[in-house]
T-cell receptor, first 115, second 112 residues
Framework: AQSVTQLDSQVPVFEEAPVELRCNYS??????LFWYVQYPNQGLQLLLK??????LVKGINGFEAEFNKSQTSFHLRKPSVHISDTAEYFC?????????????FGAGTRLAVHP | ETGVTQSPTHLIKTRGQQVTLRCSSQ?????VSWYQQALGQGPQFIFQ???????GRGNFPPRFSGLQFPNYSSELNVNALELDDSALYLC???????????FGEGSRLTVL
């Protein structure tokens, strides 16, 4: 079985400051990793994904994440945030050999960007 | 390219009633997944349909059921509604099973 822990439920930050949203996972098998974003009153949108290859992955809107297999982490970073980045961010995993889209999500981190 | 659309966007039901939620998948996608997102939580996988067959299910009782049609659109049916069924129900379509999903905006169900 897999589980995902997002270490911060809320992260307040000022505009143009850097931010890191932390994600740890537990799994007995190899997984693919994802970050999804949910803007108010909307569905989820894929930010970035790690399937294989380079452990540093770049996504949309200037976000990037680094996969660390030894620490089972997949932290999301952005060097300079904007007001429009205010949203709920979800880390998720799926077994590589699962055969279907059973994403396991964390509880989410609410990013609040202040002027 | 048409995205994933869901209907209705909001609905209110009472305990014991039945509800049907609908989803049109993104053009070219043959796989549909349904998720339940309770307030303040991450989405939880209900089930997935591929080519009109259920091919994966999460920890939800049999009163949660679904259908997928030849045009790949889908329905989620919930019988004997309980208060804890109040949630945002998200439909997602994909072209495969690598976890890259395209979500609709959801149907918010309130059970009174």
């Amino acid at each position: 079985a897999q589980s995902v822990t997002q270490l911060d439920s809320q992260v307040p930050v000022f505009e143009e400051a850097p931010v890191e949203l932390r994600c740890n996972y537990s799994s007995s098998v190899s997984v693919y990793l994802f970050w999804y974003v949910q803007y108010p009153n909307q569905g989820l949108q894929l930010l970035l994904k790690y399937l294989s290859g380079s452990t540093l992955v770049k996504g949309i809107n200037g976000f990037e994440a680094e996969f660390n297999k030894s620490q089972t982490s997949f932290h999301l970073r952005k060097p300079s945030v904007h007001i429009s980045d205010t949203a709920e961010y979800f880390c998720a995993v799926i077994p590589q050999s699962g055969g279907y889209n059973k994403l396991i999500f964390g509880a989410g981190t609410r990013l609040a960007v202040h002027p | 390219e048409t995205g994933v659309t869901q209907s209705p966007t909001h609905l209110i039901k009472t305990r014991g009633q039945q509800v049907t939620l609908r989803c049109s998948s993104q053009s070219g996608h043959n796989t549909v997944s349904w998720y339940q997102q309770a307030l303040g939580q991450g989405p939880q996988f209900i089930f997935q349909y591929y080519r009109e067959e259920e091919n994966g299910r999460g920890n939800f009782p049999p009163r949660f059921s679904g259908l997928q049609f030849p045009n790949y659109s889908s329905e989620l049916n919930v019988n004997a509604l309980e208060l804890d069924d109040s949630a945002l129900y998200l439909c997602a379509s994909s072209a495969g099973s690598t976890g890259e999903l395209f979500f609709g905006e959801g149907s918010r169900l309130t059970v009174l």
